[in-house]
């Protein structure tokens, strides 16, 4: 789905929407950066990376926990495909970093287990019809790198899945250390209250 677009004030860049629960893909060339932008606060995007010129190398979150020897990327860091290569430099947060790179992307059968018995949007979804929409075709559907998504691993284990703790407005910023297609999901989840039951939409801005 193409997002739509309206005038950023501070900058004169475009905004771009992501609707809530529907995916937005792009082109993103090296050296250029993005601005993702949790609008109400409230909202988990599922984000994905992609080199442009080799649909099967991506940015890959086991990857980047081995990498980097934590759970949880913050600025400065540099994340890493499948083939161990930098691929994205997080460059900005504003909000308390709180993100998740262990879930994967909500699909069917994770609402079939939930008690939906009709199709339910979701983030497999998304990628996969936000890339036919810039024709780029993934291999597979990688682990996203859940922005904003509280899913603490606790004491003994086990993984919470809580609200999240940003506030409106707050932002992540990336820089491409290649050319990639970036892919996000608006997630769509409406059961369990990481998104405070209520899916609404986000926004990113391209800068040069």
Not at 94 to 109: E, K
Request: a positive charge; aromatic letters at 8%; glycine letters at 8%.
């Amino acid at each position: 789905m193409v997002g739509k677009k309206k005038k950023a004030k501070s900058s004169g860049f475009a905004l771009v929407t992501i609707p809530a629960r529907r995916g937005v893909a792009t082109h993103l060339k090296k050296g250029q950066t993005i601005k993702v932008v949790n609008t109400h606060g409230s909202q988990v995007v599922d984000f994905w990376a992609f080199n442009a010129d080799h649909p099967g190398e991506f940015m890959s979150m086991e990857h980047c926990r081995v990498g980097l020897g934590r759970y949880r990327p913050k600025p400065g860091d540099e994340l890493i495909t499948n083939q161990r290569r930098k691929i994205l430099r997080f460059l900005e947060d504003t909000s308390p970093g709180v993100h998740d790179t262990m879930m994967a992307a909500c699909d069917r059968f994770r609402y079939e287990q939930l008690g939906c018995t009709e199709y339910h949007d979701n983030c497999t979804d998304n990628l996969w019809g936000a890339l036919a929409a810039v024709r780029f075709k993934p291999t597979e559907t990688p682990c996203p790198f859940n922005l904003w998504q509280n899913t603490p691993v606790d004491s003994v284990g086990s993984i919470e899945q809580l609200r999240t703790v940003s506030k409106r407005g707050d932002f992540v910023r990336f820089k491409a250390l290649m050319n990639v297609v970036v892919c996000f999901s608006a997630c769509p989840q409406d059961i369990v209250q990481i998104n405070s039951g209520r899916p609404r939409n986000a926004h990113y801005q391209i800068t040069n």
